[in-house]
């Protein structure tokens, strides 16, 4: 079964700080990998998109990863803001199949205190 | 610059009545359309996609229809809203026949279903 699975649920952390978000996916076959930021009550906004043979993508402050082997990716949030407080979303494309081949996690819930 | 525009931004309506959503596209022609619906806790749910004027296609069988009637414009309706209809609304665009096209959000309706 294609799932994308997101790790942690949820997170606090302090301003200032770094944090990882992880991503497991068993979608096959695999065509690339995104990376979404949403605001509360606001439409996702693209951050990263990364193919099979792309190992690493950045975007500022965030940094994306891919091991296409395992099957996982992370997004590093390097000197975290208020504003990156948002669900960060991770998003698989199958490599075939129409439209619906994007496969969503449910996310992880970030909030930045200061 | 693209930009996408979804009206209204909250709406609580009866069980039984009808539901008109629409989004229209700024900047951009002939573009992929999208409507997926969000439940908290879960990965985005794609229920329409079009790929040109009068062509929508359906991923899940539900109350749900949708309509593209101009080439920037994407209508969601129902003729009577159940409860399980409520949810977070979101319309997207992306570039045709671009495999690596994000998809660009609205910013979406919260639908209350009472």
């Known amino acids: 079964k294609n799932q994308v699975e997101q790790s942690p649920q949820s997170l606090i952390i302090l301003e200032g700080k770094n944090c990882t978000l992880q991503?497991?996916?068993?979608?096959?076959?695999?065509?690339?990998l995104r990376w979404y930021k949403q605001d509360t009550g606001r439409g996702p906004v693209s951050l990263t998109i990364?193919?099979?043979?792309?190992n690493t993508k950045s975007n500022g402050r965030y940094t994306a990863t891919l091991d296409a082997d395992t099957k996982q990716s992370s997004l590093h949030i390097t000197a975290s803001q208020l504003s990156d407080s948002a669900s960060y979303i991770c998003v698989v494309s199958r490599g075939q199949g129409g439209y619906n081949k994007l496969i969503f996690g449910a996310g992880t819930r970030l909030a930045v205190h200061p | 610059s693209q930009t996408i525009h979804q009206w209204p931004a909250t709406l609580v309506q009866p069980v039984g009545s009808p539901l008109s959503l629409e989004c229209t596209v700024e900047g951009t022609s002939n573009p992929n359309l999208y409507w997926y619906r969000q439940a908290a806790g879960r990965g985005l749910q794609l229920l329409f996609y079009?790929?040109?004027?009068?062509?929508i296609s359906s991923e899940v069988p539900q109350n749900l229809s949708a309509s593209r009637p101009q080439d920037r414009q994407f209508i969601l309706s129902s003729k009577k809203l159940l409860l399980s209809d409520s949810g977070f609304y979101l319309c997207?665009?992306?570039?045709?026949?671009?495999?690596?096209?994000?998809?660009?959000f609205g910013n979406g309706t919260r639908l209350t279903v009472t």
């Open positions: 997207a665009w992306s570039v045709p026949w671009r495999e690596l096209s994000p998809l660009h």
């Open positions: 991503c497991n996916y068993t979608v096959s076959p695999f065509s690339n």
């Open positions: 079009s790929v040109g004027i009068g062509q």
């Open positions: 990364m193919t099979f043979s792309e």
